[in-house]
């Protein structure tokens, strides 16, 4: 039935209301189900065979984010979205998915994007793809190249600014994180083994990405999946490097005015997940000429926009719903622009901020250097 010492959370969970108002999903719909104390409830009446796996309960495991807030607030830090993964494994293993979450799987695992599309093929102006001994390979995420043109437009033409010797793949195999949230386990390592194989073949110095989904696999899951990357590789999010490049002043970015509501959102991956929360912050503060402005709740702290987990993709209503809070906490302290290191968090804020008469704008942080140039 799982994981022992992972299942064994469900015993503490089921008895505790404490990390309730933590969770993303519950404040935008307030059903007790979304909650960790709803899953751990479910968990517990399966296994002890007062209940089975229907496609109502299915839904509910699959309308969790995993941004890992609940474990953040909790005093005892249950991994509590961890117990939703390993049951996603539990309904894979009995093929109980639902039709969107194999639609998306099936996607990943044969290297298409997670829409379904034919993986974006990318040529930027100033580097040639599959180059061998590149100082820097840029792998931009599958999202990104399915989604976001403007931000791979925008690193192109950072990293042309900076003369910077790098590279990118033709073709770019997804980094496997998706796939293992969705809980296809051995799928996301076969699919990580090839991408770290591409890694291997080219050799780089630096592996870079703006995706803080792939920041994680390499820096923590694919050491603990087992998958290698070449020995002495630096793994930097975008942010970071940047960053770098202008504290050692090679990148000399002009003040950008007309941002100074700009807010930013720690996506819960680079910033929870992974401590990454200064380098984003001092790179808007060089750019905007001030700090930008902090939202409720931030930092390790910080609410969900409701992409993760591929959310706004399995249920977009939902995120967005989501996300339309997370605004809320934007416009509470009258921000118009919200700046993120996300593009799954960009996705689901340009969705939430779609309608007429909209008052905020988001805005990917290499979109906002790139504006400096």
């Known amino acids: 039935m799982g994981i022992p010492e992972i299942r064994g959370t469900t015993e503490s969970c089921k008895h505790c209301f404490m990390c309730r108002h933590a969770c993303p999903t519950f404040l935008a719909t307030k059903l007790d189900s979304h909650t960790p104390r709803g899953y751990a409830l479910l968990l517990s009446e399966i296994d002890h065979g007062f209940q089975s796996w229907t496609d109502s ?109 790098w590279t990118v793949l033709g073709e770019e195999p997804c980094c496997g994180v998706p796939l293992w949230d969705l809980g296809y386990s051995a799928e996301a390592k076969a699919v990580a083994k090839k991408l770290a194989q591409n890694v291997h073949d080219l050799m780089p110095r630096i592996l870079l990405t703006g995706c803080p989904h792939c920041y994680r696999s390499f820096k923590e899951l694919y050491p603990a999946w087992g998958v290698s990357l070449p020995e002495g590789l630096s793994v930097m999010h975008a942010s970071q490097y940047l960053e770098a490049q202008i504290a050692q002043g090679l990148l000399k970015p002009r003040r950008v005015e007309g941002f100074s509501r700009a807010s930013y959102h720690d996506p819960c991956q680079l910033g929870r997940k992974m401590g990454v929360f ?43 719903r989501v996300a339309e809070k997370r605004i809320e906490r934007m416009r509470e302290i009258k921000s118009t622009v919200v700046i993120t290191a996300c593009q799954n968090c960009k996705t689901a804020f340009q969705a939430a901020s779609s309608g007429e008469g909209s008052d905020v704008k988001a805005l990917d942080i290499v979109e906002l250097l790139a504006m400096a140039l």
């Open 57 to 165: 309960i299915v839904e509910r495991f699959y309308q969790c984010s995993q941004c890992g807030l609940c474990r953040e607030d909790c005093a005892y830090h249950w991994a509590e979205d961890e117990v939703v993964r390993n049951a996603r494994e539990e309904i894979v293993a009995q093929e109980r998915t639902p039709e969107k979450v194999r639609s998306i799987a099936s996607s990943l695992i044969n290297g298409r994007a997670p829409s379904g599309r034919v993986q974006v093929s990318w040529s930027p102006v100033s580097c040639s793809p599959d180059r061998k001994n590149a100082d820097v390979l840029y792998l931009p995420g599958c999202a990104a190249r399915d989604s976001h043109p403007e931000i791979l437009q925008a690193m192109d033409s950072l990293l042309g600014a900076l003369h910077a010797d």
């Open 278 to 320: 200064d380098a984003p912050r001092r790179l808007i503060e060089t750019i905007l000429g001030s700090p930008p402005l902090e939202l409720f709740h931030s930092g390790r702290m910080a609410e969900c926009c409701g992409a993760g987990s591929t959310m706004f993709m399995t249920d977009p209503s939902l995120t967005r």
